[in-house]
């Protein structure tokens, strides 16, 4: 049988998001493989402190230099994968939180559908992601017309059509003068609260994170018995990742987890109220990056 990976160059791609390819790089990222220590049914589930480390680099790198003037991550994308978070029209929760929010924020989206009393925000790069321009929590508020953020992009003037879509969105979810939400700078593995949520969202973000084992063991413990969670991310087979990181070290993507791990979380503690999976099959620079996406909202048993 023809393996597609033994035809692939290697590829290194560092945390300042350098590329370097071909026979000069193979022995290097092998050795990185070598350090992930894959498992063979679980895929990489779990790396090494220093390797998560690198990973938050290659994040700040991205949305504070190389996507300084971006203002969406995906989040329409994924909302249209979501089937516009119909599963929670008109759903009213007491405390909901966003872990991984990034500097844009799913929720912002998601509260078209449904109403959240008290709003919070995780991520261990939220300090940095203040001082993005389009940053959309900025001194603490959420949404509101007099959001003013766009005006400190140069030209913006010179694209009104997404200066009035920003703020039509941030009119509806915050008002005139915004919302008031809390800010947690945090990795989700050791976050300490005494809050309980009804609410937790984590969208696209296991890949960039260092435990998945303690990730799941958090989400369990500060969702609520009936509280909903909404879910996407990347399913692998752990003997694709097995041979996909033999020829590749990506600084910005620490985790490659097997289906099976996210497939026993959600199917053992939570009943689906939306379950969509999506084929993906990429290839860069001649290395065949497959997957599936999953996109799922549940309720947590009782």
Same mark, same amino acid.
């Given at each position: 049988? *023809?393996?597609?990976?033994?035809?692939?160059?290697?590829?290194?791609?560092?945390?300042?998001?350098?590329?370097?390819?071909?026979?000069?790089?193979?022995?290097?990222?092998?050795?990185?493989?070598? &350090?992930?220590?894959? *498992?063979? @049914?679980?895929?990489?589930?779990?790396? &090494?402190?220093?390797? !998560?480390?690198?990973?938050?680099?290659?994040?700040?790198? /991205? !949305?504070?230099?190389?996507?300084?003037?971006?203002?969406?991550?995906?989040? =329409?994308?994924?909302?249209?994968? +979501?089937?516009?978070?119909?599963?929670?029209?008109?759903?009213?929760?007491?405390?909901?939180?966003?872990?991984?929010?990034?500097?844009?924020?799913?929720?912002?989206?998601?509260?078209?559908?449904?109403?959240?009393?008290?709003?919070?925000?995780?991520?261990?790069?939220?300090?940095?992601?203040?001082?993005?321009?389009?940053?959309?929590?900025?001194?603490?508020?959420?949404?509101?017309?007099?959001?003013?953020?766009?005006?400190?992009?140069?030209?913006?003037?010179?694209?009104? !059509?997404? /200066? !009035?879509?920003? @703020?039509?969105?941030?009119?509806?979810?915050?008002?005139?003068?915004?919302?008031?939400?809390?800010?947690?700078?945090?990795?989700?593995? /050791? +976050?300490?609260?005494?809050? @309980?949520?009804?609410?937790?969202?984590?969208?696209?973000?296991?890949?960039?994170?260092?435990?998945? +084992?303690?990730?799941?063991? @958090?989400? *369990?413990?500060?969702?609520?018995?009936?509280? /909903?969670?909404?879910?996407?991310?990347?399913?692998?087979?752990?003997?694709?990742?097995?041979?996909?990181?033999?020829?590749?070290?990506?600084?910005?993507?620490?985790?490659?987890?097997?289906?099976?791990?996210?497939?026993?979380?959600?199917?053992?503690?939570?009943?689906?109220?939306?379950?969509?999976?999506?084929?993906?099959?990429? =290839?860069?620079?001649?290395?065949?990056?497959?997957?599936?996406?999953?996109?799922?909202?549940?309720?947590?048993?009782?």
């Amino acid at each position: 049988m *023809d393996d597609p990976y033994s035809r692939a160059k290697p590829l290194y791609i560092d945390e300042t998001i350098a590329i370097r390819e071909g026979d000069e790089v193979a022995a290097l990222v092998r050795a990185r493989a070598d &350090e992930t220590h894959i *498992d063979p @049914k679980y895929g990489v589930a779990q790396v &090494e402190k220093s390797r !998560w480390e690198e990973a938050q680099r290659y994040e700040r790198t /991205t !949305w504070m230099q190389n996507a300084w003037l971006l203002n969406s991550d995906r989040n =329409e994308y994924h909302r249209e994968r +979501f089937a516009n978070y119909a599963a929670i029209q008109n759903m009213h929760f007491q405390r909901g939180i966003e872990l991984g929010c990034g500097p844009f924020t799913n929720v912002r989206l998601i509260l078209e559908q449904c109403h959240i009393e008290h709003l919070h925000l995780l991520d261990p790069l939220l300090p940095e992601y203040l001082a993005h321009p389009f940053c959309r929590y900025r001194d603490g508020k959420f949404g509101g017309l007099l959001h003013e953020n766009i005006q400190r992009i140069p030209g913006y003037i010179r694209r009104p !059509w997404l /200066t !009035w879509k920003i @703020k039509a969105n941030d009119l509806r979810i915050g008002g005139v003068f915004g919302r008031p939400v809390n800010l947690h700078h945090s990795m989700i593995e /050791t +976050f300490v609260t005494d809050e @309980k949520f009804d609410l937790v969202v984590m969208i696209n973000v296991l890949e960039h994170c260092q435990d998945v +084992f303690a990730i799941f063991e @958090k989400i *369990d413990e500060i969702l609520v018995s009936g509280g /909903t969670l909404i879910f996407h991310d990347k399913l692998y087979r752990a003997n694709e990742v097995q041979m996909l990181l033999q020829k590749l070290h990506d600084a910005g993507h620490p985790l490659r987890v097997d289906r099976l791990v996210i497939d026993r979380f959600l199917g053992e503690r939570f009943t689906s109220s939306m379950h969509a999976e999506y084929r993906v099959e990429n =290839e860069f620079r001649g290395l065949p990056i497959n997957y599936q996406e999953l996109y799922y909202i549940g309720c947590k048993k009782k």
